[in-house]
């Protein structure tokens, strides 16, 4: 790997919610950019890394740097997207708005928002593919297009780092097609991705990277020599479906220049 | 009546209800304002466990007067007891229900229960107080504007406009909070101050309505004016300003009203002026309006009869 230092790097991280940790002692160097899959099952505290490691729940030890730099000095250059479930959607705000608020860290919570800035909010929606929603109320979105404002205001963010909660969470197929496309305009720039995934099937052709995790990273590295058979049997335990693993025989040795997944 | 109720509403009824008025009015347009927030930070119960929480301050500061020699019936001390016991609940139920110990709503009916009950318990022993001046506290139960002194109706306005200014500079950051805290923390707000802020503004304007309103039905002015408001917008920059002028309303309409019939309870007149302008809204609001969901479903039902009837 270059010299360039990780774009998230955490030592020996635990967390615990109320009774047994969630994650104990974890390590692992995120590459310095690119696109990079969390998988693993439930309960395995994907979720739960990103979110200690961005300080919103506490940590019962270890560190956690970002570029080398603590999250106080590094904020700026990282974005967060949350699940999208976790929000309530009935808030009373536009798309715009919702998208606009990824502009208040960099040009300040108190002023109103200059045009320039109201006007790469847009930008970022009509990347999403968002624009003609601009006015629409968040609540009268589909789920899909909610996940895109969400992106939308994570990319107005223009951050070097995206932490990702589930982006593909209960999308439609062009919603699907629509953020891939964005992740890859953000890794060919350079930027690094972490994006907890779900779905094995489509982990080994979305992303170059893999960290594979429950409660301790299994293992992490590139794609083609992490995402094997034997390294998901052991990061699932045996609790692998054959559906699951019928989804993979293809996927675990991609040949060369695969197409994506066909999507409308 | 109507005379006299005219004369409250235009100011015309002599500098002392005029101010009295003033200082209501400026109590519902922060209560109005700051309750949007309130309600989108799903913070409703926690403002009545506050308010209810305020009695035995209330009671605690009659008696320390009481003790010292004191005026019993200043503003300001009760004002300060008043705060001071509210914020003590708030931090008791926060503490009750962090980590998942308690439920929120739990958590919240006990502190209201404590609170509630430690300070009837404590009006009896300030009623049996060699001093005069009691009665006076059962106004801040349920509320009496009329009979307030210039002077206090001048803390209620000066304590309702700081809030108010408060609500207008952390507006932004409000916003963001009560939509996506998780987000809000990422992206550098200090969302554990914010949300004190936001605490320490919804215990300003319940102090500041304890004396018109009454610890019982304040909370109403931060309720229903903001979903008043609600339903009637999909704009938050249109909301707050909108349940800030309906909350104004109420109150300056409410304590025109209980001027005029001094023996109705101010605090009740105000919510049902409020909840009043609630229901019209429940019927008439443009998008989500009972009226305007019936029209709407009558003709998506005809729309949908014609196709079957083509098809």
Request: hydrophobic share 55%; charged share 15%; net charge positive.
């Amino acid at each position: 790997m270059s010299i360039a230092p990780p774009a998230l790097e955490v030592r020996n991280l635990s967390v615990a919610y109320r009774e047994a940790p969630v994650l104990r002692g974890v390590n692992w160097r995120a590459p310095a950019s690119g696109l990079t899959a969390i998988v693993g099952p439930n309960g395995a505290g994907k979720s739960t890394l990103l979110k200690a490691a961005l300080g919103l729940v506490p940590r019962l030890a270890g560190e956690v740097r970002f570029f080398g730099q603590e999250l106080r000095q590094a904020r700026r250059r990282i974005g967060y997207l949350p699940q999208r479930a976790s929000v309530d959607w009935d808030f009373p705000a536009t798309a715009l708005q919702v998208a606009a608020m990824g502009r208040y860290p960099r040009v300040g919570w108190f002023l109103p928002l200059p045009r320039a800035e109201r006007e790469r909010a847009r930008a970022a929606l009509a990347e999403v593919g968002m624009a003609d929603f601009a006015g629409r109320q968040i609540g009268q979105l589909s789920g899909g297009q909610q996940q895109r404002v969400f992106l939308a205001r994570a990319l107005a963010l223009e951050a070097d780092l995206y932490l990702m909660d589930e982006p593909f969470a209960g999308v439609d197929a062009a919603t699907e097609r629509a953020i891939i496309d964005v992740l890859h305009r953000l890794g060919r720039e350079g930027r690094a991705v972490i994006a907890v995934h779900h779905d094995l099937a489509t982990a080994p052709q979305y992303f170059q990277h893999v960290c594979l995790l429950n409660g301790g990273v299994v293992a992490a590295g590139p794609m083609e020599t992490t995402f094997t058979a034997e390294n998901l049997s052991r990061t699932y335990g045996g609790r692998l479906s054959l559906l699951d693993e019928a989804a993979l025989r293809p996927a675990a040795a991609p040949p060369a220049g695969r197409p994506l997944r066909a999507v409308p | 009546m109507m005379e006299a109720l005219f004369q409250a509403l235009t100011l015309s009824g002599g500098y002392n209800a005029r101010v009295v008025a003033l200082g209501c009015a400026a109590f519902g347009l922060a209560a109005g304002a700051l309750g949007c927030f309130v309600l989108l930070r799903g913070r409703a119960l926690i403002a009545d466990a506050a308010a209810h929480a305020t009695l035995p301050g209330l009671c605690l500061a009659f008696i320390l007067a009481a003790g010292m020699g004191w005026n019993p019936r200043s503003l300001p001390l009760l004002m300060g007891g008043a705060a001071a016991t509210a914020a003590l609940g708030v931090l008791a139920a926060g503490a009750l229900a962090r980590g998942g110990r308690l439920r929120d709503d739990a958590a919240m009916a006990l502190v209201i229960s404590i609170g509630f009950g430690i300070g009837v318990a404590l009006l009896s022993v300030v009623q049996s107080l060699p001093v005069g001046g009691q009665a006076g506290l059962s106004s801040f139960i349920l509320g009496q504007a009329a009979g307030m002194s210039a002077a206090d109706a001048w803390l209620i306005f000066w304590l309702a406009l700081a809030a108010l200014a408060a609500v207008a500079v952390l507006f932004r950051p409000l916003a963001v909070l009560c939509f996506d805290a998780d987000f809000a923390a990422a992206a550098g707000l200090p969302v554990r101050w914010l949300d004190l802020a936001l605490l320490g503004l919804m215990l300003a304007v319940t102090v500041a309505g304890l004396r018109a309103v009454g610890l019982i039905l304040v909370v109403a002015l931060m309720v229903v004016p903001a979903a008043t408001a609600r339903l009637s917008t999909e704009r938050l920059s249109v909301m707050v300003p909108l349940a800030g002028l309906l909350g104004a309303f109420a109150a300056w309409m409410g304590a025109g009203l209980s001027a005029a019939a001094p023996s109705l309870p101010t605090g009740a007149t105000i919510a049902l002026v409020a909840c009043a302008l609630f229901l019209l809204a429940l019927l008439f609001a443009p998008a989500r309006g009972v009226v305007a969901f019936a029209l709407r479903q009558r003709r998506l039902r005809q729309e949908a009869a014609m196709e079957a009837r083509s098809a």
